[in-house]
């Protein structure tokens, strides 16, 4: 079965230190891959996706990930972390396949110390 | 453009009480998906509707449906509520199904009391 592995439940950074939160997946195939962020008591917000093409994604709030075939990975990473970055990180895939069913990971909490 | 708008946004319903779930999706968009979200099992997906269709459906109990009307605009219902069933329920919207983002909503807070 597909399904999507965030190994840090918990990360805390120093404002202005790098960040990357790590994000493996298991399907047969090149799923569509997602990150989105989640405010306390929030819906989720797009950062940034893959579909196709250069493995390196740019998205907003200057966040990227980068997609590894050979690893099954979709890391995100931001090279400086603002205290406002401080929420549930989830990564996602989505099958190439006629539906529209996202499978999340478990979600990874970020902490940003001042 | 208004996003995705999910009504109400909180809700108190009693153990054995039914509860329906409004969600209004980004205008041109024609799929819909719900994902009920809790601490121990995370974002689960429930259904998605696309053109009044449902095209996929989760790993849920009878007890959880959805419909779809002409204008996109998707209800969720859940029937016999259970303690368990307490939970932030988002909606999705995307243009078509298949290869493109979902865009969530804020979701709707359901407490079973």
């Known amino acids: 079965a597909q399904s999507v592995t965030q190994p840090d439940i918990h990360i805390t950074v120093s404002e202005g230190a790098s960040l990357e939160l790590r994000c493996n997946y298991s399907y047969g195939a090149t799923p569509y891959l997602f990150w989105y962020v989640q405010s306390p008591g929030q819906g989720l917000q797009l950062l940034l996706k893959y579909f196709s093409g250069d493995t390196l994604v740019q998205g907003i709030k200057g966040f990227e990930a980068e997609f590894k075939r050979s690893q099954s990975s979709f890391n995100l990473r931001k090279p400086s972390v603002h205290w406002s970055d401080a929420a549930e990180y989830f990564c996602?895939?989505?099958?190439?396949?006629?539906?529209?069913?996202?499978?999340f990971g478990q979600g990874t909490t970020l902490q940003v110390k001042p | 453009k208004a996003g995705v708008t999910q009504t109400p946004r909180y809700l108190i319903k009693t153990r054995g009480q039914q509860v329906t779930l409004s969600c209004s999706p980004i205008s041109g968009h024609r799929s819909v998906s719900w994902y009920q979200q809790t601490p121990g099992q995370g974002l689960q997906f429930l259904f998605e509707y696309f053109s009044e269709t449902q095209r996929n459906k989760g790993n849920f109990p009878g007890r959880f449906s959805g419909r779809q009307f002409s204008n996109s605009r998707s209800e969720m219902n859940v029937s016999t509520l259970e303690l368990g069933d307490s939970a932030l329920y988002l909606c999705?919207?995307?243009?078509?199904?298949?290869?493109?983002?979902?865009?969530f909503g804020q979701g709707t807070r359901l407490t079973v009391v």
């Open positions: 999705a919207s995307s243009p078509r199904t298949g290869d493109t983002e979902a865009f």
């Open positions: 996602a895939v989505g099958l190439p396949s006629n539906t529209g069913k996202l499978i």
